[in-house]
């Protein structure tokens, strides 16, 4: 039945019965049935059920019993049942659909979550690699230091042309070559990071 409807329907048994759609955001997912029964006022044709309890291989008497304990119903009665089952059918077409809704808000919010958790790990380790970093080229800059600072006081203390100076101002020239290559990287560094070089990467 479409949605909204009820359909009233006879089976292969011979009996009648309802079926009420129930939707869920639009999509046919099931029916409601109402149950099987017989309206009070039709004649029940006994010879057809004796005949489909010979088919089926039933005990024709206990068939012929179960069969008096169906329903029989008025069709008033029928009118206002098919009234209940659609009530019934759109409140639980509503409620499954709201059901629908709360289950990909509460998935949306674990996937929202899980990628802030995500997030956070990563720039817990970002961090973690920046200080590792820091801290690494803080002592490859202080190292050179040191042997020019010692080359200063020997430059003010020593001859001017003599060997110790010389060999000062040579240390110098080298530890100033360091510092420069060590700026440099961390120049290329920041390029990199900004993306002003284009990284080519290959087995070397």
């Not at 010389?166 to 080298?174: F, S």
């Not at 120049?187 to 993306?195: C, E, F, N, S, Y």
Request: include cysteine; charged fraction near 30%.
């Amino acid at each position: 039945a479409p949605e909204g409807e009820c359909r009233l329907y006879k089976g292969k048994n011979n009996m009648w019965d309802i079926a009420t759609p129930l939707m869920v955001g639009g999509h046919h997912v099931g029916n409601v049935f109402m149950g099987q029964f017989f309206f009070d006022d039709e004649r029940l044709d006994y010879e057809l059920f004796q005949a489909q309890a010979s088919r089926y291989g039933f005990d024709r008497e206990e068939y012929l019993a179960a069969l008096d304990a169906v329903p029989r119903l008025s069709r008033e009665t029928v009118a206002v049942g098919m009234a209940f089952f659609l009530r019934l059918s759109a409140m639980l077409s509503q409620l499954s659909y709201s059901n629908v809704k709360l289950a990909r808000s509460v998935t949306d919010r674990e996937a929202l979550m899980n990628s802030l958790r995500e997030s956070k790990e990563r720039l817990e380790e970002a961090d973690r690699r920046k200080d590792e970093f820091l801290g690494m080229l803080s002592h490859e800059l202080r190292n050179p230091l040191a042997p020019i600072r010692n080359s200063i006081y020997i430059l003010n203390h020593a001859d001017p042309a003599g060997e110790q100076s010389r060999r000062a101002k040579a240390v110098i020239e080298r530890q100033a070559e360091q510092l420069t290559r060590l700026v440099d990287d961390l120049l290329d560094v920041t390029r990199i990071a900004h993306g002003k070089v284009e990284l080519r990467r290959d087995r070397v």
